[in-house]
Structures are given as structure tokens and as C-alpha cells.
């Protein structure tokens, strides 16, 4: 079997056998000879026994020619006379892998494609945004976010080459709720938490708020042009009191119980601490119950 990094040669000399036979003593392989006329010959050697067999023959004696070279050693000898070429080509082709790895554009399509500016923070939060790579499960991820925009009834994240399309189809059977411009305080209470991913919040935490308070405005930044009113999309965790009575004929545990869990109806959120104080005497006690909870109220999710 013929070497993958071989060549044809021809030799011309007077004696054809000899030439085989210096061959074989200066350890050179021969894969095939054929005598092709007087005093031609020609052999299949491996590629990188050219410089011996030039240096074995005097050229006052023998005249050698490289007819052609066979298999992986054509290739070699165009990379090697272009390596240049190859280098920028193998760049450009990496360069062209790596980007295909990139999310550089995010289109929407579908009768829910109005949703676009809702959508954009919620796919950013999973992490589907331009120049980042995509993932099944940030795609997943981000899909089960997007249920979470009004009447959507279906969505999908798909990704072909540097494009990720976003596909959301509302049901026209519900209709879309009117979207806030501003994001209002339920209660009186105090602000624990507040997060914004479009509008410009109006309060910190540990901020003391009342009813009807704007806790983050639709109102947002739009360089040399100032601001723009556009639609709020944030949430906000408050912690509210709530004071509650409860009458009992016995000082117990179970009275106790009792008293918070009224309370705890009468709340409009999660029971983070509860407060308990007894007034009055035999027959006739009196449980006070200060409540805290939590309360958490949002705009555009």
C-alpha cells in the first residue's frame, strides 16, 4: 500500500538497476517501479525521501524529475506554499464558529409581538439578551417567564445562527388589561424591597409609604431627548401592620392560636411577626394581636 505522503519520481540513467539497487542500500522504500523506457525509470517514494534521493544521485549521472505527488501530500504542499492563505481562511473560519455561538439580534413575531418592551427585561433577566450565548435552559427559562405577560396563551425562544426569535400568540378571547403607568402603593407601610426593570422608582428601602403613593413612575431616561412616559415593569415588597382583637373564656395556648389567625385573615400578605398581648381576668381575656406581614404589589408583570 502506497504511503499517504508520497510522490511519482523519474529517473534517467544508463542503468536503470542500479538506481533501484543504491536506493535500497541508502535505506530509501521504493512502493512501485516501472521501467517506462531506455533508461527511464519510475518509482513511488515517500515524500520526505526527495532530499536523499537528490543527494544519492550526481547529476552529471542521473537526471531525476518529481512527476507528481499522491494523497495527503498534494495537500501539504498547497498549505505549505500557502500558509498565509490557510491561516487567514482557518482564523476567518473560527472567527465565524465563535460568532455563531452570539446572540447579536432578538426579533418578535406573532399576535402578542406588541408585548416587545415587556418582554426584553424579563428575557434579560434570564439571561437571553444581545452578545451572550443561548442555552436550552435560558431558553427554557425564559419561555416559562413570558406566560407570565397577560393573555399569552403560547411562546417559544428559538435560535437560528446569530438571530433568537420570540414567538408570542395572546388569546384575542381575553382581552389585554390596561396596562398601569405608574406603580401605586396598596397600604400604609414600609418598603422593603423594590425592584425596576423599566421606570424610575421613587422610593428606597426603609422608605415609610401611604395608601396610594407612587412607588416607581413609567417615566425613564431617554439621553439628549430627557425622559419618556412609557409603561412601568417592576414589583415592590412592603411590610404593612395589621391590629386585631380576640374575646376568649380561657388563657391558652389554643386562644392563642386563635387570635393570630384571625389576625392573619384579616392581613393581605405573608405573616412575618406576630405580636401577642392579654388583658383581663378570669372568664373575660382580651387578646391584642399586632401583626406585621408582608405585602407585595407590582406593575407591568
Known amino acids: 500500500m502506497k504511503p499517504f505522503f508520497s510522490c511519482i519520481v523519474e529517473i534517467e540513467t ?10 535500497a542500500k541508502e535505506g530509501v522504500s521504493v512502493y512501485g517501479a516501472e521501467k517506462i523506457g531506455a533508461g527511464k525509470l519510475r518509482i513511488c517514494v515517500k515524500s520526505k525521501d526527495l532530499r536523499k534521493i537528490f543527494a544519492i544521485f550526481p547529476r ?17 504542499r498547497f498549505v505549505k506554499k500557502r500558509a498565509v492563505l490557510c491561516a ?13 455561538l452570539f446572540v447579536l439580534r432578538i426579533r418578535f413575531q406573532g399576535s402578542g409581538s406588541y408585548y416587545a418592551e415587556e418582554a426584553l427585561p424579563i428575557l434579560a433577566e434570564a439571561g437571553v439578551s444581545v452578545f451572550s450565548p443561548l442555552s436550552e435552559e435560558k431558553a427554557s427559562a425564559a419561555e416559562r417567564a413570558l406566560y407570565a405577560l397577560p393573555s399569552v396563551s403560547f411562546c417559544s425562544v428559538e435560535k437560528e445562527g ?7 400568540e395572546v388569546n384575542e378571547e381575553v382581552p389585554a388589561p390596561e396596562r398601569e403607568s405608574e406603580l401605586v402603593s396598596p397600604a400604609d407601610g414600609v418598603v422593603e424591597s423594590v425592584t425596576v426593570l423599566r421606570g424610575t422608582a421613587l422610593v428606597s428601602e ?13 417615566r425613564v431616561a431617554a439621553g439628549e431627548e430627557g425622559y419618556r412616559d412609557t409603561y412601568p ?15 376568649s373564656a380561657e ?9 393570630v389567625a384571625k389576625a392573619a385573615l384579616l392581613a393581605e400578605g405573608e405573616t412575618v411577626t406576630a405580636n401577642i398581648f392579654v388583658s383581663g381576668d378570669e372568664g373575660a381575656y382580651v387578646y391584642r394581636v399586632s401583626l406585621t406581614y408582608r405585602r ?4 407591568g408583570v
Open 162 to 168: 446569530t438571530v433568537v426569535t420570540v414567538t408570542l
Open 251 to 259: 388563657k391558652s395556648e389554643e386562644a392563642r392560636e386563635r387570635a
Open 233 to 247: 415593569v417592576a414589583w415592590c415588597a412592603l411590610l404593612c401592620e395589621c391590629v386585631a382583637e380576640y374575646e
Open 88 to 100: 487567514a481562511a482557518a482564523v476567518f473560519a473560527v472567527l465565524c464558529a465563535l460568532s455563531d
Open 14 to 23: 544508463l542503468t536503470p538497476p542500479r538506481a533501484l539497487t543504491r536506493l
Open 60 to 76: 552529471s549521472c542521473y537526471t531525476i524529475h518529481v512527476i507528481k505527488y499522491l494523497r495527503l501530500a498534494r495537500a501539504a
Open 296 to 299: 407585595v404589589c407590582s406593575a
Open 206 to 218: 426603609g422608605d415609610a409609604v401611604v395608601r396610594g403613593q407612587v412607588l416607581v413612575s413609567g
